[in-house]
Structures are given as C-alpha cells and as structure tokens.
Antibody, heavy 115, light 107 residues
C-alpha cells in the first residue's frame, strides 16, 4: 500500500524558509491530490494546502503569501516551502494523500523555528 | 473559517465499554465531516467520511452520525488499540478545519 515519508531540516532560523519533501512509495504520485497539514505543539491540526497531480494548488488563506507547494513526478515527491518563518510555524508537519479528505498520512516531522 | 469544537477533551474509558465523542461545527457543514484516529508517533488514520461512511478496513465498532452542526463518533466495546486521540474535520468549506481532538485513554 502507499506510504508517505516527510523529510527536511528539523531546525529553521526565524525569517528563513522552511523546506520539506514528502516521498511517496508504493504508488504513483501522478494521481490524486497531495496535501500538507501541520500541528503546532499542544494545538490542533491545521490544513496548509494541497497540490493536484496536474500541478494545480490551493493554499490556506492564512499562509498563501508565504507558501509554495510543488510536485516532482520523476522522483515521486512533493514539497513544501514556507518563507519568513517565525516561532508560530513550529509544528509537526504531515504530508498526506488526498484532499479534502486525506486517507493516508505520513508519520510527521517536527520542525522547530529558533535561532 | 469554520471552527470545529470537540468534547470532551479527554475521555477515560474501560476496555470493552462503549464511548461517544462529540464534534460541533460553528456553522452547518451538511454531512461533509470526517474522523481520524491518531496515536503518538504514528501516522493519523482515516476512519470515516460523509459523517458515517467507514473507510476501508475500519471495524464496524466505529460508527458516526450527525449532520449540520452536531456530530458524534461512537466506539462500541473499546479495544486496547482504540486508545488514541480522535479528530473531526469539516470539508464543506475551504480551508478544511479540524477539531482540537478528544483523547480516549484507559480508565
């Protein structure tokens, strides 16, 4: 069955860009929608955005000015770039298959924004 | 955006018991509601959508109900593997939003 794995730096400095990649195994990325969701410590889940295999995207309006989601079909990966980060962007970041109903998730990766 | 409120924050339940989790939306989401189960260090697990349609492989002891603004997730005869945090999510309006979660722990 399809599996997803997030990867990227666990520590990002304030004002820098947070970059994460999700590697999809056991299935092709050239179908479905692919999503990013995050969970700040002690808080609930927040939808970040999605990308369709066609390349179309949709972002949470609260993040759209800082956000880029992209797809690399040759590597079966999709990526997240969030610019100008602050401590409020510290969270566990999940990648998932599907939008608006993610039916398969990665385990998540903690990203801390700190100097 | 639509605010989802789950109650209670924590439920202490004995194995074998039945339990009901509540989820309320700040405005109607029709039946566009999903539930997820999350255990520490694991990937969240999709349980159901359409408020009551179980995902593939989800045991029948999990059932959902409701529409509009009030929803419930019922777990009959709790098993050891069911102790986890449960989240509801509306997908009626963009962006999809989640509740804060209900933790079901062992009594």
């Amino acid at each position: 069955q399809v599996q997803l794995q997030e990867s990227g730096p666990g520590l990002v400095e304030p004002s820098e860009t947070l970059s994460l990649t999700c590697t999809v195994s056991g299935g092709s990325i050239s179908t479905y929608y692919w999503s990013w969701i995050r969970q700040p410590p002690g808080k609930g889940l927040e939808w970040i955005g999605y990308i369709h295999y066609s390349g179309s995207t949709n972002h949470n309006p609260s993040l759209t000015s800082r956000l880029i989601i992209s797809l690399d079909t040759s590597r079966n990966q999709f990526s997240l770039k969030l610019s100008s980060v602050t401590a409020a962007d510290t969270a566990v970041y999940f990648c998932a298959r599907g939008s608006p109903i993610p039916d398969t998730w990665g385990q998540g990766t903690l990203v801390t924004v700190s100097a | 955006e639509i605010v989802m409120t789950q109650s209670p924050a924590t439920l202490s339940v004995s194995p074998g018991e039945r339990t009901t989790l509540s989820c309320r939306a700040s405005q109607s989401v029709d039946s566009n509601l999903a539930w997820y189960q999350h255990k520490p260090g694991q990937a969240p697990r999709f349980l159901m959508s359409g408020a009551s349609t179980r995902a593939t492989g989800i045991p029948a002891r999990f059932s959902g109900s409701g529409s509009g603004t009030e929803f419930t997730l019922t777990i009959t005869s709790l098993q050891s593997e069911d102790f986890a945090v449960y989240y509801c999510q509306q997908y009626n309006k963009w962006p999809p939003t989640f509740g804060q979660g209900t933790k079901v722990d062992i009594k």
